[in-house]
């Protein structure tokens, strides 16, 4: 009977076995996936924002504070393996309707244990376990995703800055302009329409820098939440560049990051706890059978307790089965079964994502590559042209138009340049998060302890 009642695991073996390509695409090196990417950044402002992100990012610490309250109901299915133990003390005293007054006291221990024979108990145990491992290791995600988070915001800041140093030279260049066509029209060398145009250009980049101010106001208040901060837009205005990589990362296999992605691991063992529930379920429907055992002793005074003159003792043993609950126990396992089937669907979703965004920012990688060495080209040959335009509108050889078009070119190319070098570092960040590339050396670290993001209170 026992072994009639035995229940296996009914993930399906196809999930086990999820077709994987053999390598990524464009790829040429097999090399594993390294550790410790931040590093590559070099920049010790950096490395403090990351470290203060990691203990006061209030999202954080709640999925912290979720990691120990599954380890505390960890601790509670455990204890369902040991037999409980009451004790209860109680003492009265009546008035009869005679006159006569009494006294009472009673002492009583009582020991209950259900035997674990269907594995029911051991089923509930391991679905706590393994939700809680899956919480571990979505925490261990989240810390991964927060530090891309915080570098990526960081190099925005910076982005932001630089743009607005350059329109603040797009201003300071207008007003020159403004100036010298200015004089040249009071001295009859231009004409009213090369005024207006200066004049408008202007406006324009004022209202365009006031608007680039703000998004750096803004990109600034974005990573100070990510810090845990007040957004007050009060970050180090050192100056700062953007770092241009040029190193290709070690893709390793398509295979390697299904056991390096917390993601993915988090998403295993919740297909893992969907399946010990099903057997929970599935066991629920067997009788449960107790043990139980008391010692009682009573007495007219508490003095009297324990005297052994009233000792008493029980041992008695219980079968429960469910004969009839119109259906409930059966639905039940049905529902469990089903969350089964759609958790192995959300993993199997996670894991095809997975790979999409490792063959995304290869893709990404390689198309803005080949885009900032062409806006490097454009924009060398687009400054030399604004230096040109200018020299011959001077010398009456081009309207003043044709220097607004090749200013114009020029910004444009210097702007698209900062956002490219942006984009690289957020498309590598991105990459190194997707392939399961952990931000710290991980031979270094202590298990990445939950308490090290709590601060005492």
Known sequence: ML??????SQVDNSIRSAQVPQDWQFSEKTS???DNWFAQFSQPQLSLLVDEALNINQ???????DVQILEQQ??????????ELDLS????????????????SSLELEASYELDIWGKLSAAQKQVNLN????????QQDRQTLVANVVTSWFDWIAAKQLSGLFEQRVKNAKQNLDIIESGYQQGLNGALDVYLSRNELNTELSNLAQQEATQLQAARSLERLLGRYPNA???SEQLTLPLLTSDIPLGMPSDIISRKPELQASWYQVLAQDAGLAFAHKQRFPSINLRASLTDSGDELTDLLSGSSLAWSLLGGLTAPLFK???????EEIARLRLKQQEQIYLDTLYNAFSNVENAITTENSLKQRYQATLAAQQNAAAAETLAFEQYQRGLVTYTTVLEAQGRSFNAQSALIQIKNQLLANRINLHVALGGDFADTKNLQDNKLEDVLINE
Do not use: H, M
């Open 132 to 139: 809680y491992l899956a919480a571990k290791a979505k925490y």
């Open 74 to 83: 960890l601790v509670q299915a455990d204890a369902d393996f040991w037999p």
């Open 234 to 236: 009060n970050l180090n």
């Open 3 to 8: 072994c009639g009642c035995a229940n296996t």
């Open 326 to 332: 119109a259906g409930d126990l059966k639905a039940n």
């Open 32 to 34: 594993p996936i390294s």
């Open 59 to 65: 999202s954080l610490r709640q999925e912290a504070y």
């Open 89 to 104: 003390l109680s003492t009265g005293r009546s008035k009869s309707t005679n006159g006569g007054i009494s006294n009472s």
